[in-house]
């Protein structure tokens, strides 16, 4: 069971904007960054967001992150069919001493 | 460019014992923070365990702690986990991951391409 919860998926069809919540609390997103990985099927996860709202050298900006407190958020706008994918938040843990992962959002594009 | 390349894994009955190896590439090995994250078939991502760049400082999850240990030889850029008292809960693809600076809580920018690690009689 993840401490880090997202909703275990999310839709969109190409061009629209999508948004993936990511909730923990005070030991984990409320006083460490948050980081996003993309993961696609068979395929090892990649860096996608790191440092709560920053993009790794090669990430398109149409991807974009963000933290309030104890929450944090991806969104994706101008979807594409290539972004069908699995999407996964981070953030260390200060209680449990390592890194906690949520659950992980599948984004189906229709 | 950083490569990361796992081995060791396969099948091994309960109780048994695995090392995995990941031999790095690319990039200067000790100056970074490496992992090692696993995931279930089917499943999410769980971070397992991480090392310091001396490998003074070692973390793990409450799951694998007393039965997994990390190691990292800098001198011939390696990364090892030792897997002992195997559970069928084990079971999973084990990545090696980098991470992109010398602190701990450094997000993981590189990763392996995965070894499978089947618990199973």
């Known amino acids: 069971q993840s401490v880090l919860t997202q909703p275990p998926s999310a839709s969109g069809t190409p061009g629209q904007r999508v948004t993936i919540s990511c909730s923990g609390s005070?030991?984990?997103?409320?006083?460490?960054?948050v980081n996003w990985y993309q993961q696609f099927p068979g395929t090892a996860p990649k860096l996608l967001i790191y440092?709560?709202?920053q993009r790794p050298s090669g990430v398109p900006d149409r991807f974009s992150g963000s933290k309030s407190g104890t929450s944090a958020s991806l969104a994706i706008s101008g979807l594409q069919s290539e972004d069908e994918a699995d999407y996964y938040c981070?953030?260390?843990?200060?209680?449990?001493?390592?890194?906690?992962f949520g659950g992980g959002t599948k984004l189906p594009v229709l | 460019e950083v490569q990361l390349l796992e081995s060791g894994g396969g099948l091994v009955q309960p109780g048994g014992s695995l090392r995995l190896s990941c031999a790095a590439s690319?990039?200067?090995?000790?100056?970074?923070?490496m992992t090692w994250v696993r995931q279930s078939p089917g499943k999410g991502l769980e971070w397992v365990s991480g090392?310091?760049?001396?490998?003074?400082?070692?973390y793990y999850a409450d799951s694998v702690k007393g039965r997994f240990t990390i190691s990292r030889d800098n001198s011939k850029n390696t990364l090892d986990l030792q897997m002992n008292s195997l559970r069928a809960e084990d079971t999973a693809v084990y990545y090696c991951a980098k991470g992109s600076g010398s602190y701990y809580k450094t997000p993981l920018d590189s990763w392996g391409q995965g070894v499978l690690v089947t618990v199973s009689s």
């Open positions: 440092s709560n709202n």
């Open positions: 005070s030991s984990n997103i409320g006083s460490n960054t």
């Open positions: 690319g990039f200067t090995f000790s100056s970074y923070v």
């Open positions: 981070a953030a260390w843990d200060d209680s449990l001493n390592g890194v906690l």
């Open positions: 090392i310091s760049v001396s490998g003074g400082m070692t």
